[in-house]
């Protein structure tokens, strides 16, 4: 496809290049995640997965990753249709994995929640990418949001501060909505992995974050249906996120470095590094919406050849 230079808006493309540096690297570690959670026995399916899961990484590593952002805007406008070229094939192979695994035709120790849950985020960055292109974006349902008919702005953060009062409202109504309820089920996940009794005090501070973020849902709903409220909603949302990173980020380092009683919980180490890194997200985007400087990506010296 080819768009004339001037009709190519670079904040836009910028911040598409943002998230895919992000979100790219968000989508191959779902893959990681399935790849390790099938039956041992099943050798297909963990070799389709494989393929996959090699194929984003790869991509990432060779197309986005090394992108500066001075690179010219049909550059990074062409690398924004073939990185959903790379994306949407693996959002879909997701989507087979579930109705297998829902099915119970493939045996894994990821459930059907989670694996929608790995959708969903891929759904949010395909939204993002096809945003900054001018084209439609997913429903609100989609994205595991009420009021499921309307398409969801899913606007790139770089973007967020240049809204408009009316797009700003509804923007961070939505990512408040969707962000609250991907960290309540990622707490809710943490409830599941900790071993009962010897990991109570992790399990039990998750457990209140779980309620804490669906809670957070319901005033987010409530603000949007009454048009007041809406400061609160973001100096609430921004304490609660800064909490969870808070807790994710202690959680992660403890994991990391076996100072977890027993020394591991019944997860993977990337998965606490991955939880944390899109804890540190909530916070970078609810900054940005209230006007502070953009949060620089956080320290993971445990995975720090990517961003």
Known sequence: MY???????????????????????IVFEHLKFHRQAVDPGNERAFRAIDRYEAQVEKFYNA?????????PNQTLFYLTEQTLNVVIPARNFKSFLNKEIAACRLLSLIDPDLAEHLIRETDYFIGQVRY??????????????PDGARRALTVPRRILPRLNSNMLFTSTV??????????????????????????????LQAEEFEKLMFDNIEKAEKVEDTGT??????????NLAIQFR??????????????????????????????????????????????????????????????
């Open 63 to 71: 197309y986005i990753f090394p992108v500066p952002k001075s690179t």
């Open 229 to 238: 409220g809406f400061d609160e909603l973001v100096d609430d949302s921004l």
């Open 3 to 25: 768009i004339r230079k001037e009709d190519i808006n670079r904040d836009l493309l910028l911040g598409a290049l943002d998230e895919m540096k992000f979100w790219g690297r």
């Open 174 to 203: 939505e990512n408040i909505m969707f962000f609250s309820r991907i960290h309540g089920e990622h707490a809710r996940h943490v409830t599941l992995v900790t071993r009962p009794k010897l990991q109570e005090d992790i399990r």
């Open 246 to 307: 808070d807790f994710s980020f202690t959680v992660n380092i403890a994991l990391h470095e076996c100072a977890v009683p027993t020394g591991r919980v019944n997860a993977w180490p990337l998965l606490a590094d991955h939880i944390a890194r899109e804890a540190q997200y909530f916070v970078d985007v609810m900054n940005r919406i209230s006007g502070k400087s953009p949060t620089p990506p956080p320290d993971t010296p445990y995975y720090p050849y990517i961003i």
């Open 132 to 145: 900054s292109r001018g084209e439609p974006t997913p429903t609100r349902a989609v994205l595991g949001m």
